[in-house]
């Protein structure tokens, strides 16, 4: 402190607060880690994309093979994100509602594709179901291809992403407990109504959260698609894999564009989060404990 | 309603929660399962209410072998320790919670519904809090709002954990009253857990003396009080 002791009225501090020193230097350091890391390379971004000026831009991104990826990209995160979201729920409801043998083992392996490399993800994918294994190609035969094809790419990134939302939902599970749904049991609710009235509004904020995570990683995908996708142009090459090949052919403008546009469509993806909960900040805090 | 409990053991795994017990509840009576923490009060509570089932034993209400009811089914309305409000509903949504999660054609209209409520409201002495949060009351008035939540289903028995044990000394002696009150207005079998000697002895008809999954002794107060049964009853009501 550096009252003097000849100061009549002593300020007091309170116990967590720190010396102004300490306080700017926390913040500088947080705001350089910021600029440097993810401001500067966003405005990188942006400043490459209209170099040619925004006419450029945006005759690039109206390429054929574009418009394919970016309506790729939208096809498989509007596919992998809904069914992760289901399988999210149901796996943190049954790991935080009921007491069963093998939990640990099922937690584990929801972690599972967070320590797997995306690219060994794909090639066991490749293995499974490639045209030359058993499966796939019976599936090949059927005139439905997994690998090179859509379905591929689509379970290539719900591998990816499986995680996100049920990781998000079960400490919020766990924290609230299973007594408000007890409940709504001796009231007379059915288990599925339970679950829709109780559980599902209680848990609707992680939920969110859960979904736009999962969201942002499975429109991002690279490595694990990149291997099942096949990267054909127009067909089967999604908006990341786009833009390293056009950055592989020296097609900045193209790239970058892509790039921006991706960047984009995760900058919605925060805002709208940030919108819902400004709108709905009462109802927030009325579902936080008691 | 009559409620007999015949021969009801439970064990979780390698824990035997309740020895075999047996107890019958005369209709209409207000009793209390007092105990120790361990002693099998809540778990005795929860298997009457279908939230448990017994490892063996049966339950019957009004003679009716009932063990295999489920919870809906047993219509009991249930206090919780934490009286487990539903967050995000308003007071009037959590006591109409019960009677619209009726099937259609037992279903009241909405109006009487809201008619229900604000009865339901009166009787607790709370009119006027219809549109506030959980989280916006004090716990004597959760407290009141769960035991209106837990009538409105026009339950058969109500069943009570731990009803006073988040409550100040003073808010608890006056829900005491509140909950004798209720009793006697409703008529309701009422059974309610607790671990404090005096709420027990001053509250209940029937007092049931717990200790480590057996019961040790069922009588009223003043009878527990002047003829303790064992050497455990006499210790804890003394304590």
Same mark, same amino acid.
């Not at chain 1, 179901?129 to 030359?132: E, K, L, Q, R, W």
């Not at chain 2, 120790?36 to 002693?39: F, L, R």
């Given at each position: 402190m550096s009252e003097t002791p000849s100061s009549h009225r002593p300020r007091f501090r309170s116990a967590t607060e720190e010396p102004a020193p300490v306080r700017i230097g926390l913040i500088a350091f947080v705001v350089l880690v910021l600029a440097v890391l993810v401001l500067a390379p966003l405005g990188v971004i942006f400043s490459e994309a209209f170099a040619k000026g925004w006419a450029a831009a945006w005759k690039a991104l109206q390429s054929k093979d574009l418009q394919s990826a970016i309506w790729l990209t939208l096809v498989v995160a509007a596919i992998a994100v809904p069914l992760n979201a289901v399988f999210g729920v149901a796996a943190a409801w049954l790991i935080t509602k009921f007491d069963f043998r093998g939990k640990a083992v099922l937690i584990t392996l929801i972690d599972l594709p967070f320590s797997v490399s995306p690219v060994v993800a794909g090639l066991c994918l490749v293995l499974m179901?490639?045209?030359?294994t058993m499966v796939g190609g019976w599936l090949v035969a059927q005139g439905m291809p997994i690998v090179f094809a859509i379905p591929g790419i689509v379970m290539a990134t719900m591998f990816v992403t499986f995680p996100f939302v049920a990781r998000e939902l079960i400490p919020v599970m766990i924290e609230q407990g299973r007594t408000e749904e007890e409940a709504a049991l001796t009231l007379g609710a059915s288990g599925w109504r339970t679950f829709l009235t109780v559980t599902l509004p209680n848990i609707r904020w992680a939920l969110l959260y859960g979904v736009l995570l999962c969201n942002a990683r499975a429109m991002g995908e690279f490595g694990a698609v990149a291997v099942v996708s096949g990267k054909i142009r127009g067909k089967t090459a999604t908006m990341p894999l786009a833009i390293e090949m056009l950055y592989n052919e020296y097609l900045s403008v193209a790239a970058f564009s892509l790039a921006g546009l991706l960047t984009l469509l995760a900058l919605v993806t925060l805002l709208l989060k940030s919108v819902l909960e400004i709108r709905y900040a009462d109802q927030l805090a009325a579902t936080r404990r008691h | 309603m009559h409620i007999e409990i015949d021969e009801i053991a439970k064990s979780f795994g390698d824990t035997t929660?309740?020895?075999p017990v047996s107890l019958a509840i005369p209709s209409g009576a207000l009793v209390a399962l007092l105990g120790? %923490?361990? %002693?099998g009060k809540t778990t005795l509570l929860r298997i009457l209410g279908g939230l448990e089932y017994p490892t063996s034993g049966r339950v019957l209400f009004d003679g009716a072998d009932s063990t295999g009811l489920s919870v809906q089914q047993r219509r009991a309305g249930f206090v919780f320790q934490s009286y487990a409000l539903f967050r995000h509903m308003t007071v009037f949504e959590n006591i109409a919670y019960g009677l619209k999660a009726r099937p259609r054609k037992l279903r009241p209209p909405r109006a009487e519904i809201a008619r229900r409520v604000a009865k339901l409201l009166d009787l607790i002495q709370l009119p006027g809090i219809t549109d506030r949060y959980p989280t916006q009351l004090s716990g004597g008035q959760r407290q009141r709002v769960a035991l209106a939540r837990a009538l409105a289903i026009e339950p058969r028995m109500l069943l009570l954990d731990e009803p006073f044990g988040a409550l100040d000394a003073k808010v608890r002696k006056e829900l005491r009253h509140g909950l004798r009150e209720i009793h006697d207005a409703t008529g309701l079998t009422t059974i309610f857990v607790t671990h404090d000697q005096d709420e027990a002895m001053e509250l209940a008809d029937l007092v049931v003396v717990m200790s480590m999954g057996r019961i040790e002794q069922v009588g009223r107060p003043q009878d527990i009080r002047e003829r303790p049964a064992t050497p455990f009853v006499r210790e804890f009501i003394t304590a």
């Open positions: 179901f490639g045209a030359n | 929660a309740l020895q120790p %923490s361990g %002693s």
